[in-house]
């Protein structure tokens, strides 16, 4: 099924859906409708922070790897190069709050599509943003 509906994943967004319960069954439930995308920064600083929660909470640090990875099928990955034409306008909005975000908020004005995340620096950036307790509207309707 072809469908139109994106929407560009935050890495807080891809280390819930490895740590919790709720996100992964809807990347999982929504994956034949909605295209989910991430820059590839994201999954990079997912596969840098994973490792050591799992270690606090005494699990395997190759199994954060081996479960990203695997959730990344669900994901497609968006290298530097496809968004940075956004480069300048992006790291204008969101500058004021974490210009360090510049690439997640392109990814999205690239693909004229939402962002799902958890940080509120995006909110002001001029992008929809949708938060993991709302997305499913987003992602149903």
Not at 38 to 65: G, M
């Amino acid at each position: 099924m072809e469908t139109n509906k994106q929407i560009v994943l935050d890495a807080n967004i891809l280390m819930r859906a490895v740590l919790g319960k709720k996100v992964k069954p809807l990347l999982e439930k929504h994956y034949a409708d909605v295209q989910f995308f991430t820059p590839r920064v994201c999954y990079q600083d997912a596969k840098k922070y994973l490792p050591p929660l799992f270690k606090k909470k005494n699990l395997e640090e190759r199994d954060a790897i081996e479960a990203l990875d695997e959730l990344m099928s669900l994901v497609n990955i968006l290298d530097a190069s496809v968004y940075c034409l956004y480069a300048i306008e992006s790291k204008q909005r969101i500058a004021i709050r974490d210009v360090d975000d510049w690439p997640v908020v392109a990814a999205a004005m690239m693909l004229n599509c939402p962002i799902w995340t958890e940080d509120a620096d995006f909110f002001g950036a001029g992008v929809a943003t949708w938060t993991s307790d709302r997305v499913h509207l987003y992602l149903s309707s």
